[in-house]
T-cell receptor, first 116, second 110 residues
Framework: DGGITQSPKYLFRKEGQNVTLSCEQNLNHDAMYWYRQDPGQGLRLIYYSQIVNDFQKGDIAEGYSVSREKKESFPLTVTSAQKNPTAFYLC???????????????FGAGTRLSVL | GQNIDQPTEMTATEGAIVQINCTYQTSGFNGLFWYQQHAGEAPTFLSYNVLDGLEEKGRFSSFLSRSKGYSYLLLKELQMKDSASYLC???????????FGAGTTVTVRA
């Protein structure tokens, strides 16, 4: 089946620990995104990548890091520098064909991260 | 900067119509998206407007006025399964990033 797979579904982090959230897509999309969602708030962009081996900071990148070594994969690391990591993390991907094309972002099922 | 406003909550009766408004003030515009998100799940795409006017897709319609910075999502013949959060998002023309509103939680009552 084509789609976006995020793992794990639930993740617990201890104080001072780095954790990595996985995001894989087989839609052959060029662009991938990481969002954070807190209760009662909209999605906030953490990092995005429009092409392999390139990525840009979003609105709330501090305390997070990413890599884009393969087109299919865009893992997010939540570092110990992120002091309030408890949230729902969503990965998305899209074609970016330019102009007025829809370039719809499709989302994975999300990872819920909690601090122990 | 990006400023996208939606009402926080709306309640409607099964079979009725509900209109969710979205106003935006953004530094650029390359399309407006509506997503549906059930609690604890991923957002799913509903509609896309880039030119002024109404886009209809079954029970759901979306309208855009670029000059007014305004869109609405119209849900007709409401069903219980339509109880969800509805997210309005505006796309940046330079890098295709989406900026999201906080979402409108719609509760459908029997």
């Amino acid at each position: 089946d084509g789609g976006i797979t995020q793992s794990p579904k639930y993740l617990f982090r201890k104080e001072g620990q780095n954790v990595t959230l996985s995001c894989e897509q087989n839609l052959n999309h060029d662009a991938m995104y990481w969002y954070r969602q807190d209760p009662g708030q909209g999605l906030r962009l953490i990092y995005y990548s429009q092409i392999v081996n390139d990525f840009q900071k979003g609105d709330i990148a501090e305390g997070y890091s990413v890599s884009r070594e393969k087109k299919e994969s865009f893992p997010l690391t939540v570092t110990s520098a992120q002091k309030n990591p408890t949230a729902f993390y969503l990965c998305a991907s899209s074609m970016n064909t330019g102009g007025l094309a829809k370039n719809i972002q499709y989302f994975g099922a999300g990872t819920r991260l909690s601090v122990l | 900067g990006q400023n996208i406003d939606q009402p926080t909550e709306m309640t409607a009766t099964e079979g009725a119509i509900v209109q969710i408004n979205c106003t935006y003030q953004t530094s650029g515009f390359n399309g407006l998206f509506w997503y549906q998100q059930h609690a604890g799940e991923a957002p799913t795409f509903l509609s896309y407007n880039v030119l002024d006017g109404l886009e209809e897709k079954g029970r759901f319609s979306s309208f855009l006025s670029r000059s007014k910075g305004y869109s609405y999502l119209l849900l007709k013949e409401l069903q219980m399964k339509d109880s969800a959060s509805y997210l309005c998002a505006v796309r940046d023309p330079n890098d295709y990033k989406l900026s999201f509103g906080a979402g409108t939680t719609v509760t459908v009552r029997a």
